[in-house]
C-alpha cells in the first residue's frame, strides 16, 4: 500500500509540474498547434502576402520563420535590416497567424566566411569547411560565437514583446559535427581538465598504456581522428568521450541563444529546437535552458517498410521512438519539421499513398505531441531542395497531394477540440500496462563502435521493444537512468553496456518495491568509461539476474542458431549469450542446437515484492522477446492487446487513436459504447480512426 500511494503522489506530481511548465505555452484543450515553414526571403514581396493569406485559409495557426535568414537580416557586418521580416509579422498579425520565430545560426553569410574563415569546422583532414550548406560554424570559435550572440541579442531585443511571436527556435537540427579546427582542440582540452582534474586520471580512463599513447600532459592531447589513424587503431574510451563533449558543446551552444532569448523575450515564449527523429549526435537530454525540445519526421527516404505498400507509408518506427524519447526534455514535444511529400535525398522517392502525411501527422498528435508543423509552405523553383514537396505546388497556389491532407488535418482537429474535455484520468487496464524504456545515447555511442557483428542495429534494438509495448496496447516512455521508476508497471532495459553499482541499486530496489524488470543481452558489460569489469562478465548485474554471463556467440551470415521454450522454436543469428544460472533462478528459454545445446538463453527470478527478467539473446523476429514480455505483463495483472506490427493505438486527452502503417487493413474491434469520431472500424493501410469511450 506505501509503494502505491507514493507512485501515485509522485505521479501526480511530475504531471502537474510539466502541466504547469508547458501550459502557458500550450493550453490543454488546443490539444495539437499546426504550423509551417514559410521562407519570404526566396519569394517576390508582392507575393508575400498572397502566400501568408493562403496559409491561414488552409487552416495553418503559426508560421515558421527566419531559419536560414542570416544573410537577410546582418547583409553585411554589423548592418542589420528587418525591416523585411516586419512586413511579413504584420502580414501574419493581419490573418490571425502567430509565429515561431528561429535564430538563423546554423547557416553563415558570405561575409563571414571572407573574413573569418577561422569561425568554420574542420574536416578530418584538417580543411577548413565554408559557408553555402547547414551546420559547418564552429561552435566552439569564440569569433562565430560572438557573431551569433549579436544576431540572437538583435532578434531578441526587436521581436522579444511581440504578442504574435510564441517561441523560439534555436539554430535547425544540431548536429554535434566533429570539429577538428584549433578552436575545438582547445575546447577539448579544457573539456577534458574539467572532467579528469589530472593527466593520470585521464591516462587511466583513455588505457593510453596500449599502443604507447601515453600523455605527460593535457596540452599533447588532440581530438582523435580516424581519418588518420584509422577505425581499427583509434582508442574507443578516447571516441567516447569525443562524442560526449561533442554533444555537451551542442547542448552549451543551443543554451547560450536560450539564455539570450531569456533575458529579452516574454516568459510565454517558448525556446526550442528540433533535432532529427534519428539523431546519433546531439543529446537533448544536456540541454539546460530549452522549454522542449522538437524533432523531425519525414515519411519518405527511400525504404521498403513494412508489406508491398510500406515504401509509400514510410518508416513506423520514426515518429514511434521520437514521439518519447524528445519528451524527456521539458515533458512535452511535437513534429517541427513534418514533409508532405516526396523529398531530394531520399535512395528513391516516390509518391506517399494518399493518407500518409496525415496519418504521421495523426502518429505524433496521438503520442502527446503538441506542435505539428511542416516543411515547406512552397515548393521552392530553385537550388538544392528544388525537389523537397511543400504543401504548395511550384504554380505557388494549388494545394500538393499533402497540402490537402494538412487542411484535412487541421479541419479535425478544430472537431477534436470541441469534444475535449479536462481532467480525463488514463483508464486502469492501460494504466496497468505503463512501461519505462531506459536508454541513452551513451550506450549508442559505445555499442555501435564495437558492435562485434555487421547484423546488430544499434539504433533500432531499443526500438523493438516499444515495438512489442505498443502491440500490447501499452503506454510507453523512454527515460533515462535518472528518471524515477516506481509508477511503471513494467521497465525495459536493452542493451544498456556501461553501468554502475548506484544504478543496479536503483533497479534492484524497484524490483523490491514490487516492479517487474526486464533487461536484455549487451547490459552491465562495462563501466561508465567503457572498460570490461574485472571479474565475470557484467559482473555487477550477475546478482540481479541470478546467473552469470559464461560467453557470448555471434553467427555467420545465413546460419541459424536455435532457442526452445514451452516446446517452440526461436531462430538467432546476431547474438546470444551463454547464462549459467544460480540455484534459485528459473530458466526461460535454452539454446537447442550448436555445441552448447542446453545453455541457458533467458532466465528470470524473484526479489522482494517483484521479478526481473534477463534475455541473453537478440532473435531475428523478436517472437521470444514477445511472449517473454507477454508472460510479464500478464503474470502483473495486466490485460494486454495483440496488435499486428505497424498498427499502433494510443490514448491521449480521453481519445483513442489508431494509426496504420501495414500494407493490411485491420478490422478494430471496439466496445459497444464507443463512440467514432473519425474514420472507421476498418483501419486501411496509412488510416486512422478516432474514438472515444463512452463511459468518459
Known amino acids: 500500500m506505501k509503494r502505491i500511494i507514493s ?28 504550423g509551417i515553414y514559410y521562407y519570404p526571403e526566396h519569394w517576390k514581396r ?59 545560426s546554423a547557416t553563415t553569410p558570405t561575409w563571414m566566411r571572407l573574413k573569418y574563415p577561422e569561425t568554420f569546422i574542420m574536416d578530418g583532414h584538417y580543411i577548413r569547411a565554408e559557408n553555402g550548406t547547414r551546420g559547418l560554424g564552429s561552435i566552439t570559435n569564440s569569433k562565430y ?101 561533442l554533444a555537451d558543446s551542442q547542448a552549451e551552444f543551443l543554451d547560450l541563444q536560450a539564455g539570450i532569448l531569456k533575458q529579452y523575450c516574454m516568459k510565454e515564449q517558448f525556446a526550442t529546437t528540433n533535432y532529427t527523429a534519428v539523431c546519433t549526435g546531439a543529446d537533448a537530454s544536456r540541454t539546460k535552458r530549452l522549454d522542449f525540445a522538437t524533432y523531425t519526421a519525414y515519411p519518405n527516404g527511400g525504404s521498403d517498410n513494412i508489406g508491398s505498400e510500406g515504401f509509400r507509408i514510410g518508416n513506423s518506427k520514426i515518429v514511434l521512438f521520437a514521439a518519447e524519447y524528445y519528451k524527456q526534455v521539458g515533458g512535452v514535444t511535437g513534429v517541427m519539421e513534418m514533409q508532405p511529400g516526396p523529398v ?175 533487461i536484455t543481452c549487451r547490459t552491465g558489460v562495462k563501466n561508465n568509461m567503457g572498460h570490461f569489469w574485472e571479474g565475470e562478465a557484467a559482473a555487477p548485474v550477475a546478482n540481479l539476474i541470478g546467473a552469470n554471463i559464461s560467453a557470448t556467440d555471434m553467427l555467420s551470415y545465413g546460419n541459424k542458431g536455435d532457442v526452445l521454450m514451452n516446446d517452440a522454436q526461436y531462430a538467432w543469428n546476431d547474438w546470444a549469450e551463454l547464462l549459467i544460472p544460480f540455484s534459485n533462478t528459473e530458466v526461460l528459454a535454452t539454446y537447442n542446437n550448436q555445441f552448447y545445446k542446453g545453455k541457458a538463453a533467458a532466465v528470470k527470478r524473484n526479489i522482494g515484492k517483484g521479478t526481473v527478467v534477463y534475455i541473453g539473446v537478440c532473435t531475428d523476429d523478436a517472437k521470444l522477446e514477445t511472449e517473454i514480455m507477454k508472460q510479464v505483463y500478464t503474470q502483473s495483472g495486466a490485460t494486454i492487446e495483440n496488435y499486428p506490427t505497424g498498427l499502433y493505438v494510443y490514448w491521449r486527452d480521453g481519445f483513442y487513436i489508431a494509426v496504420n502503417y501495414s500494407s493490411d487493413n485491420y478490422s478494430m474491434k471496439l466496445s459497444g459504447n464507443s463512440k467514432i469520431i473519425i474514420g472507421d472500424t476498418i483501419v486501411k493501410p496509412a488510416g486512422v480512426l478516432v474514438w472515444k469511450d463512452g463511459l468518459q
Request: some cysteine; glycine content about 4%.
Open 46 to 104: 508582392s507575393q508575400w502576402e498572397r502566400d501568408i493569406k493562403k496559409i491561414s485559409e488552409m487552416g495553418f495557426e503559426f508560421v515558421h520563420l527566419a531559419e536560414f535568414a542570416w544573410f537577410k537580416m546582418e547583409p553585411q557586418e554589423g548592418k542589420f535590416d528587418f525591416t523585411w521580416l516586419d512586413e511579413v509579422m504584420s502580414l501574419c498579425a493581419k490573418y490571425h497567424l502567430k509565429v515561431i520565430m528561429c535564430t538563423p
Open 145 to 245: 560565437r560572438f557573431f551569433v550572440k549579436r544576431i540572437v541579442a538583435e532578434l531578441a531585443k526587436r521581436y522579444g514583446k511581440n504578442k504574435h511571436i510564441i517561441g523560439w527556435q534555436i539554430d535547425n537540427e544540431p548536429p554535434a559535427v566533429t570539429d577538428y579546427s584549433p578552436s575545438s582542440q582547445i575546447a577539448f582540452r579544457h573539456w577534458l581538465k574539467e572532467k579528469y582534474k589530472t593527466i593520470d586520471r585521464l591516462n587511466e580512463a583513455w588505457g593510453t598504456a596500449f599502443w604507447s599513447q601515453w600523455f605527460m600532459r593535457f596540452e599533447e592531447v588532440i581530438i582523435p581522428n580516424t581519418n588518420l589513424v584509422g577505425w581499427w587503431g583509434n582508442n574507443p574510451h578516447a571516441l567516447l568521450d569525443l562524442k560526449r563533449y
Open 344 to 518: 531530394n535525398w531520399g535512395s528513391y522517392n516516390p509518391l506517399l499513398l494518399p493518407g500518409t502525411v496525415r496519418m504521421w501527422l495523426y502518429h505524433s498528435f496521438a503520442a502527446g505531441g503538441k506542435i505539428a508543423c511542416s516543411y515547406r509552405f512552397r515548393q521552392i523553383l530553385y537550388s538544392s531542395e528544388q525537389y523537397h514537396t511543400g504543401v504548395i505546388k511550384t504554380d505557388g497556389i494549388t494545394p500538393s497531394q499533402g497540402g490537402e491532407e494538412y487542411i484535412q488535418f487541421n479541419k479535425e482537429i478544430k472537431q477534436l477540440r470541441e469534444l475535449y474535455r479536462p481532467n480525463i484520468v488514463m483508464p486502469e487496464k492501460l494504466a496497468a500496462r505503463k512501461t519505462a524504456i531506459v536508454w541513452n545515447l551513451e550506450n549508442f555511442w559505445s555499442i555501435d563502435r564495437q558492435r562485434q557483428t555487421y547484423q546488430w542495429d544499434t539504433w533500432n534494438y531499443p526500438v523493438r521493444f516499444l515495438e512489442i509495448a505498443k502491440s500490447f496496447g501499452a503506454p510507453v516512455d523512454i527515460v533515462d537512468a535518472t528518471t524515477d521508476l516506481s509508477s511503471y508497471k513494467t521497465v525495459i532495459v536493452p542493451a544498456y553496456e556501461m553501468v554502475d553499482s548506484a544504478m543496479v541499486k536503483k533497479w534492484r530496489d524497484y524490483i523490491s518495491d514490487g516492479g517487474n524488470l526486464i
Open 7 to 34: 507512485t501515485v503522489t509522485m505521479s501526480f506530481f511530475l504531471v502537474t509540474v510539466y502541466a504547469q511548465h508547458t501550459q502557458r505555452f500550450f493550453p490543454n484543450e488546443q490539444l495539437i498547434t499546426s
